[in-house]
């Protein structure tokens, strides 16, 4: 028997057979794409990098575990607050062995100046127990095995797995997914299509510090209440309704803390 000719099938709206109509299929949402051409995201991040040669994360660690433990602690916590409760703990506990050899209420000593201590306590220890019977207590270099752990999303993933094995991922935090819709540069509803947008546009040579300088620049001068455009480097480059200057701050290497200051 002959295929049916693609004029032979019955199209839906389009017979009169009295059969019942096929629903329509409602478009696909569009994906939004960055305003910036190639040229201009790659200005924009050789900007970043001639102000922040090496950007640094804020969380204290020493090794893959230690990151791991720390950005789990650092879920609606500060930087600042988790260093000062891990810089005791990590002293006595920096693999999954010896964090084991702490009893999860002897953990919970260390860290109860952090928010929601009692469950991220219960999670180091689970975590670190998958860690010695899965990875022969090694922090996995692969997102789908790290977010199999206790306590581990895509966003804590993509932090361990761009600062401890240097992937090109882009793990986007409050900051990032400002500025991602704020100036047009990845335009996502959520983080996830911030985040693939980022890693389809930024340059590769870039995608190892990008998170960090996208970060900084959120904290320090693309501010959630106020953008603080006259302390911009890319201000002439800008396309965010919300700027307010036009002329960008002077491109000078910045120390690692410092914060970069208008005019
Ligand atoms: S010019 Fe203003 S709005 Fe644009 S990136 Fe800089 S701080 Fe943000």
Redesign the pocket.
Known sequence: MSKPKPKDRALPGNDNSGAAKAPRRAAAPRRRRSVYTPAEVHEIFRRFSVQRPEPKGELEHVNAFTLLVAVVLSAQATDAGVNKATRALFKIADTPQKMLALSEEELGRYIRTIGLWRNKAKNVIALSQALIRDHDGKVPDDREELVKLPGVGRKTANVVLNMAFGKHTMAVDTHIFR?GN??GLAPGKTPEQVEAELVRIIPDEYMRHAHHWLIL?GRY???ARK???P??V??DI?K?P?????IPAPLVELAPQEIPQAL
């Not at 919300?242 to 036009?246: D, I, L, N, R, W």
């Open positions: 500025i704020r100036i620049h001068v693309c501010k953008p603080d455009c302390a911009c890319i201000a800008c965010s919300e700027k307010t200057t036009s």
